[in-house]
C-alpha cells in the first residue's frame, strides 16, 4: 500500500474516484485492487487540492505588492508599483498589479488638487531653450536644471526653490522661504555655485520663464557667474520636464506624509 501511495496519491486517489464515476466501481473494491486503504483514500480525498503554479505565483506576487505598498506609507498606486516589481525581476503586467490591489483592497495615496501654476512671465526678455527637452549631460557642470514649488505648513505656504545637475541628478542648491522671487531663486542658484567650488564658467542653466528667473537682478547674478541661462515655453510644464519630476517625487515619497506645523519646523 504505502508504494503504491507513495507514488503518486493525488493520481491514485483520482484512478480510484474515476472508477467509481465512470465504471461505478466501488471505493472499496477499487482500493483493495491497488493495494491502499479505504481510511487512506478518505484521507486523502478530504486534503485541500494543492495549489497550482499560477496561484502559487499570484499569491507570492500579492505578497510582494502589499510589501511596497506598506513600505511606500501606503501612498504608491499600481503604476509605481509595477516599477518596482519590474526593478525585482517580475514579469507583470501594470493591470494585473491594479487588479491584484484591488483584491486586497489597497488603494494609493490620491493626488492633490494640481495647484495653479507659480510661473508667471516676467516683462523681460526670456532666454533661448537651449536644452529642448533633452535633460541628459555627457559631464557634470554642463547642464543644469531648476524650478520652483510651493508646501503647506500650519504657517502658510512655504516656497522651495532647487537646483540639479543633470549628469549625477545631484540636487546642487536650494533655497526656502516665504516669497517666490529673485531673491529665492538667486540663493538656491548661489548654494550651487559654491557646492561646485565657485568655478561653473558656462553652465546652462535651464528653468521656465517665470519672472523670476526672467528678473534683472537673477539674469545679473548669472551673469557674473558666467551661467547661460536656457528657458521653456510659457505653460509647457515639459519643456522643464525634469524639474517638475523631481518636485513630484519630493512630494508624494515625503511632503504629503508629513504634517508641518510651521514653515521652520516639521509638526
Not at 484521507?43 to 502559487?56: D, F, I, L, N, S
Not at 526678455?125 to 554642463?142: E, G, T, W
Request: hydrophobic share 40%.
Amino acid at each position: 500500500m504505502g508504494e503504491v501511495a507513495a507514488a503518486d496519491p493525488a493520481a491514485v486517489v483520482g484512478a480510484i474516484s474515476d472508477c467509481k464515476t465512470e465504471e461505478n466501481i466501488p471505493y472499496r473494491i477499487a482500493c483493495r485492487a491497488l493495494g491502499v486503504s479505504e481510511a487512506w483514500f478518505y484521507k486523502w480525498r478530504r486534503r485541500p487540492a494543492e495549489p497550482t503554479k499560477r496561484e502559487a505565483r499570484r499569491t507570492a506576487l500579492a505578497e510582494r505588492i502589499r510589501y511596497f505598498f506598506d513600505r511606500s506609507g501606503r501612498t504608491y498606486g499600481s503604476p509605481r508599483i509595477t516599477l518596482d516589481l519590474w526593478e525585482e525581476g517580475w514579469q507583470v503586467s501594470q493591470n494585473t498589479v491594479a487588479e491584484i490591489m484591488a483584491e486586497l483592497g489597497l488603494q494609493g495615496r490620491t493626488p492633490p488638487r494640481r495647484r495653479r501654476s507659480l510661473t508667471r512671465p516676467g516683462k523681460r526678455k526670456a532666454a533661448p531653450d537651449l536644452v529642448r527637452r533633452k535633460f541628459d549631460a555627457i559631464a557634470p557642470d554642463v547642464l543644469w536644471w531648476g524650478d520652483m514649488t510651493e508646501i503647506d505648513t500650519g504657517e502658510g505656504t512655504l516656497y522651495l526653490a532647487s537646483v540639479h545637475d543633470a549628469f549625477s541628478r545631484r540636487a546642487l542648491g536650494y533655497a526656502m522661504g516665504e516669497r517666490h522671487d529673485a531673491a529665492l531663486v538667486s540663493a538656491a542658484l548661489q548654494m550651487a555655485v559654491a557646492t561646485r567650488g565657485g568655478q561653473v564658467d558656462g553652465v546652462i542653466f535651464h528653468t521656465d520663464r517665470g519672472s523670476e528667473y526672467t528678473s534683472q537682478a537673477f539674469q545679473q547674478l548669472c551673469g557674473r557667474r558666467g551661467v547661460v541661462q536656457s528657458m521653456g515655453r510659457v505653460g509647457s510644464a515639459l519643456d522643464n520636464a525634469a524639474a517638475e519630476s523631481f518636485h513630484s517625487v519630493l512630494k508624494v515619497e515625503y511632503v504629503h506624509r508629513h504634517t508641518f506645523a510651521t514653515r521652520a519646523r516639521r509638526g
